[in-house]
């Protein structure tokens, strides 16, 4: 991939993230008014003028948002009206265990969906094959709160070996990681028994083994480098469901990410940091698929982005 295409892949980046942040803006906008949310009940009707004058909240929508466009622009994301501090910072604070969380659901992910995926394509219509398939499938059909809470019931409740929610320890992070991680590894199963099921199917390979090479040969280095390309386009969309399906993992155990953030941000509309953490999320997004497009060219080297 030259550098040509990787900044088209950049604009196309600054595009998405616009309109991400447009769609979030008039969305939470419409929700309603949150002055009231911030005075107390006895505030008088000029306490409300002069707070929604001070908070910008008394003009017009698009006067708004584009004061609020320009001054993101210039890194200045406004102040959370939560916590009165810097929305940037407040999403900051919180952006380092929601990266922990998804980079070790998406290692476990990977871990176990892609040799099990191997396993059900070599030795298919065995046993060990349609578990793994049985398995896979039920991993992308079980809602992520449900499985969240059964995990609760089962392990904190009922045997007491791992704590209800929280982060501090390992054991914080187990539950959280295996049901963000359950539908990707469920999803990146599937694709890589269909994918090394086809490619083990093709006349290259009869040939290979024709040929004499071992088994181990053929299976790495012609039909597993073949099969590879579904594979990475599974775990570029991957990240951002786990990014999305984060929201839903680190509020079921009171994970304290960003998640957890956008949720209590959304119910205390706090416009700064709602816009301030979706637009971090879908730069995390895009970097990963870019990632993946490169990673196209070095397993492929037939594909070229002309």
Known sequence: ???????????????????????????????????????????????????????????????????YLGNALTGDFGESVAYNVPALNVVLERLPATLELTLVAFALSVIIAIPAGLIAAVKPNTIIARFVMLIALVGQAMPGFWLGVMMILLFSVALRLLP??????????????????????????????????????????????SKGLSENVVFIRHALKNSMLPILSALGLTVGVMLGGAIITETVFAWPGVGRLIVQSVLKRDFPVVQVATI???????????VVDILYTVVDPRIRYD
């Open 280 to 290: 971090l999320l879908a730069i995390i997004f895009i970097v990963s698929n870019l």
């Open 164 to 209: 209800t929610g929280g982060r501090g320890s390992p054991a914080h992070l187990i539950m959280p990681a295996i049901v963000l991680g359950s539908w990707g590894a469920a999803k990146i199963t599937r694709l890589t028994r269909a994918g090394m099921y086809e490619v083990l199917g093709n006349d290259y390979i009869r040939t290979a083994r």
């Open 1 to 67: 991939m030259n550098l040509r295409i990787i900044l088209i892949r950049l604009v196309q980046g600054v595009i998405t993230i616009f309109l991400v942040f447009t769609v979030v803006f008039f969305i939470m906008r419409l929700s309603g008014d949150p002055t009231l949310l911030f005075l107390p009940p006895e505030a008088t009707q000029e306490d409300i003028v002069r707070f929604r004058h001070d908070m910008g909240w008394d003009q017009p929508l698009l006067v708004q948002y584009f004061n």
